[in-house]
């Protein structure tokens, strides 16, 4: 990625539909070993984030590994759904980016999230970009 990319996708999927807990076993102090992995659905949405990288012109065979700056527009579809919880939008939409827009979410410098009422439909608007830093001498 180079300078700026403008991602729109689909509002992601809640953290409880994102990851599948497990218990792998049990220790010798009766406690529980317990796991996380994605489910089809986080699988499904980073599908997506992936098409729609590509489509916007997104080299992802050159992940930026630099600092990045994210700013997310939530807009919230007219009545009948309830409002998307913009709180844990970031953490599903950060891992599913990963790989595919940056290399991992601990690159996200800055992040901005603002929710915008009465679409037509649910979506979110994604603006990545890199942080260039000058070094003073």
């Known amino acids: 990625m180079n300078g700026k990319l403008k991602l729109i996708l689909p509002v992601p999927p809640s953290v409880n539909h994102y990851l599948y807990h497990y218990c792998t076993r049990s220790t010798r102090e009766d406690r529980h070993e ?3 992995k994605l489910t089809d ?3 499904g949405y980073k599908d997506t984030v992936g098409w729609e990288a590509r489509q916007a012109g997104a080299d992802l065979d050159h992940v930026t590994g630099g600092p990045v700056r994210v700013t997310v527009h939530v807009y ?3 009545k009948g759904q309830r409002p998307t919880d913009i709180d844990n939008i970031g ?3 950060m ?3 990963e790989g595919i827009v940056f290399q991992n979410d601990s690159q996200v410098d800055e992040l ?3 929710r915008h009422k009465g679409a037509k439909v649910a979506h979110i608007e994604v603006e990545i970009e890199e942080i260039v830093t000058e070094i003073k001498e």
Do not use: E
């Open 91 to 93: 953490k599903t939409l």
């Open 76 to 78: 919230d579809a007219i």
């Open 95 to 97: 891992d599913g980016m």
């Open 112 to 114: 901005h999230i603002y």
């Open 41 to 43: 659905v986080a699988y």
């Open 34 to 36: 317990v796991r996380a």
